[in-house]
């Protein structure tokens, strides 16, 4: 199993550019999370969905951000415009549904300068 | 108030001891308990679950006090290789899962 993917691994763009961070669960998996890690705050949920469809978004700090899940392999959350604090790494995890445990894909540095 | 929270370290201690962290939750409807290890640079990874009766496994003892409010991570026998980060997780109804910021550990030859 190939476990959940992220891309791009690394995104370094400036301030006020549209970042589009992607990821894809683990096949058979119903719920994908995102979070955002940084060194103040640890980890904060984001948002997640449930059968590709939204089911919390309260988390998402501001209508700068928007994330999607057009289908059951694949997610998008989007940053426009970017700003220098939303430097952190991204991370997208999914779970089954007769299980706790959440698998995390290996991030996405994004710096904003 | 954090809903979750942690001593963020670091612990540094000599391979071969023993080492305790503690995480307290703020939530008294909290559900379900969980530590996640995280390497550097690198995704967290659930390392073990926290059931009401404590539980072991290998080095590794969980423990959970629901009066007090916290839950507690106990490695034995450190390991070079037990050098990583140590993140609470704390689980209420549904799919709100509360990420400790994290302890760290490492572990010194």
């Known amino acids: ?113 | 108030r954090k809903e979750v929270e942690q001593d963020p370290g670091p612990f540094n201690v000599p391979e071969g001891a023993t080492v305790a962290f503690n995480c307290t939750y703020s939530n008294s409807a909290s559900q379900s308990f969980f530590w996640y290890r995280q390497d550097c640079r690198k995704e967290p990874k659930l390392l073990m679950s926290v059931y009401s009766s404590g539980n072991e496994d290998g080095r590794f003892t969980a423990q959970l006090n629901r009066a007090s409010q916290y839950i507690s991570l106990l490695i034995r026998d450190s390991k070079l290789s037990d050098s990583a980060t140590y993140l609470c997780v704390v689980n209420m109804a549904g799919n709100q899962f509360y990420f400790g910021t994290g302890t760290s550990l490492t572990v010194i030859p």
């Open chain 1, 1 to 113: 199993d190939a476990g959940v993917i992220q891309s791009p691994r690394h995104e370094v763009t400036e301030m006020g550019q549209e970042v589009t961070l992607r990821c894809k669960p683990i096949s058979g998996h119903d719920y994908l999370f995102w979070y955002r890690q940084t060194m103040m705050r640890g980890l904060e949920l984001l948002i997640y969905f449930n059968n590709n469809v939204p089911i919390d978004d309260s988390g998402m700090p501001e209508d700068r951000f928007s994330a999607k899940m057009p289908n059951a392999s694949f997610s998008t959350l989007k940053i426009q415009p970017s700003e220098p604090r939303d430097s952190a790494v991204y991370f997208c995890a999914s779970r089954s549904n007769t299980g706790h445990e959440q698998f995390f894909g290996p991030g996405t540095r994004l710096t904003v300068l």
